[in-house]
């Protein structure tokens, strides 16, 4: 397994696992590889250092990516996501001014989700407005 700090064409930093080098070209020449923040995939590598785990931090990534957890971690994800869908609006891209009017009193109070840049996403955070990104889950474009 091999693990990529990736950045989007928004700016969005995240990192992915793929089975090797060419697994990730793969899926990048087939638009498979996505921003868990914006869906783009337009993607490309950002700068890292090499990792070299230790014999003890191996034994935790082998054992955090077990399919046991992988699934748990999965199934409480959708779960997740599902109650956000169901309890809050979807702004889409006006989702740092409808955080703003909020925030601000200038809308209605109510639970919101949608997308942002990275940097609307630090501004927010900075305003003191609290924000929670929605993890996109692999089957989500499936």
């Known amino acids: 397994m091999i693990r990529y700090n990736l950045i989007c064409e928004n700016e969005h930093d995240f990192d992915s696992w793929f089975k090797d080098s060419k697994s990730y070209n793969t899926q990048k020449k087939s638009n498979s590889v996505l921003c868990p923040i914006c869906n783009s995939n337009n993607i490309s590598k950002a700068l890292m250092s090499p990792g070299i785990p230790t ?3 191996a034994l935790k990534i082998n054992k955090l990516l077990d399919d046991e957890n992988s699934k748990l971690i999965r199934d409480t994800l959708i779960k997740l996501k599902k109650e ?3 309890n809050a609006d979807y702004v889409g891209t006006d989702f740092p001014d409808e955080a703003r009017k909020i925030f601000y009193k200038e809308s209605k109070d109510r639970s919101i989700y949608g997308e942002a ?5 630090k501004d927010l955070i900075e305003e003191g407005i609290d924000i929670i990104p929605l993890p996109i889950i692999p089957d989500d474009k499936n």
């Open 117 to 121: 840049k990275q940097s609307d996403i």
């Open 84 to 86: 956000v869908k169901k």
């Open 55 to 57: 014999k003890t931090n």
